[in-house]
Nanobody, 115 residues
């Protein structure tokens, strides 16, 4: 069973940057979409950014202009570069890989933006 593992979270001051990574424990074929979500305490999970197999990207308005999603498909790796972080970016960040008939999720990595 392939698993996804996120890393790169932590405590950062407002205005700082983080790069989140999502690694698959094995090879996943025909990934058609890779997605980052986040869930803040007491709030619903929200979509942060997506990237498709043709490298089309989409971002939530709340992170647009500050965040870049990119991937290394050869290694089944997904990244999220976040800049100019704000306290409202504090959340657990999750990655998801979609392939035909399968949906893979990570366990999440905590991002805390605080001074």
């Amino acid at each position: 069973q392939v698993q996804l593992v996120e890393s790169g979270g932590g405590l950062v001051q407002p205005g700082g940057s983080l790069r989140l990574s999502c690694a698959a424990s094995g090879r996943i074929f025909n990934i058609y979409v890779m997605v980052w979500y986040r869930q803040a305490p007491g709030k619903q999970r929200e979509l942060v950014a997506t990237i498709t197999s043709s490298d089309n990207t989409n971002y939530a308005d709340s992170v647009k202009g500050r965040t870049t999603i990119y991937r290394d498909n050869t290694k089944s790796m997904l990244y999220l570069q976040m800049n100019s972080l704000k306290p409202e970016d504090t959340a657990v960040y999750y990655c998801r890989f979609g392939s035909p008939g399968y949906d893979y999720w990570g366990q999440g990595t905590q991002v805390t933006v605080s001074s």
